[in-house]
């Protein structure tokens, strides 16, 4: 059942993901606004840091929203200061939220992203969300710390978390691991250092994920957590192999120490479930959006 109402908050609208999910939601028919840090394109762009209590007060005074996507975050497990994880990711959430409740606004829908991360290592083959998180590193424990808060203290708002296993596209930082290697395979190099090769993730295409958001956001009540994935881990060797595929050439792959993460989470695979149960059904193989990443740039 669809809201009746289409005034939509979405933080982190001018990041990876959210460049897919704001054309997406307009096209479903929301006024959407945009909460970001860097300068704003057009009117209905909010700039406002998740820090400042006050900026984030007269942004939802402004837009007077009726549901919320938040996606804004520090999403990079590599990220220099681990401090930055909590700051942004635990009480930049809570910054927000609290704004809302001192608006007075009684949102029909919230989403939060949080992140498969947080189930850490564990011995399921297919992750669902039943699943005891064990994060083992920053950015998942800010994550969970997240949840937590959102359980504990809004008790009274309507809220979703996500659980977003990997996903790529288009537009990626190259400081992710796909857009790494697609860029190193269109440029003609003939090695590429990389990190744990005995990983395997589930890979979603950033448009499928933009899908999951428009599908949570039209579920009847509140959806508890949703795992966001496509329950089809793809290896490292994989994608090394379907790269040299798609292209024709060849690469070496060298371990850098560097690269390698003490506490690397081995294999992440999500069970969909719960989402594919709101709707929700995956348009994109890997294949197809590792071949969309080496046709357009």
């Known amino acids: 059942m669809a809201l009746h109402s289409k005034r939509l908050l979405l933080t982190g609208a001018d990041g990876f993901t959210g460049r897919y ?11 959407v606004f945009g909460l970001i840090k860097s300068t704003p394109k057009s009117d209905h762009d909010i700039v406002a840091d998740l820090l ?26 590599g990220h220099s200061d681990p401090l930055d994880f909590y700051r942004t990711n635990m009480f930049g959430t809570m910054n927000l939220l609290s ?25 399921s083959v297919h992750i669902n969300e039943a699943v005891c998180p064990a994060p083992v590193n920053h950015y998942s ?82 959806s508890g957590v949703v795992n966001i994935c496509s329950g089809e881990p793809v290896s490292l060797h994989q994608i090394i192999e379907m790269a040299e595929g798609i292209t024709g050439q060849s690469i070496e792959v060298v371990v850098n120490p560097a690269f390698v993460r003490e506490n690397e989470i081995k294999r992440l695979s999500g069970d969909n479930s719960r989402l594919m149960e709101q709707g929700w059904k995956r348009t994109y193989t890997f294949d197809e959006t590792l071949r969309w990443m080496f046709t357009e740039d």
């Open 21 to 31: 999910l704001l054309p997406a939601l307009k096209e479903a028919g929301w006024e």
């Open 52 to 77: 400042d209590s006050a900026a984030l007060a007269r942004a939802i005074d402004k837009v007077r929203p009726d549901a919320l996507i938040h996606l804004a975050a520090i999403s990079f497990v």
């Open 99 to 123: 704004a809302i409740k001192g608006a007075g606004q009684s949102l029909q829908k919230i989403i939060l992203a949080s992140s498969a991360n947080v189930y850490g290592n564990p011995t």
């Open 141 to 222: 424990m800010s994550k969970l710390a997240m949840e937590h808060m959102v359980r504990s203290h809004f008790d009274g708002l309507n809220v979703t978390i996500t659980r977003p296993f990997n996903y790529t596209g288009v537009g990626q930082g190259k400081n992710f691991l796909v857009p790494k290697i697609v860029d190193h395979f269109r440029r003609g190099e003939k090695r590429i250092e990389l990190g744990n090769q005995d990983v395997a993730r589930d890979f979603l295409d950033v448009r499928d994920v933009a899908a999951a958001y428009i599908c949570l956001l039209n579920a009847e009540g509140n």
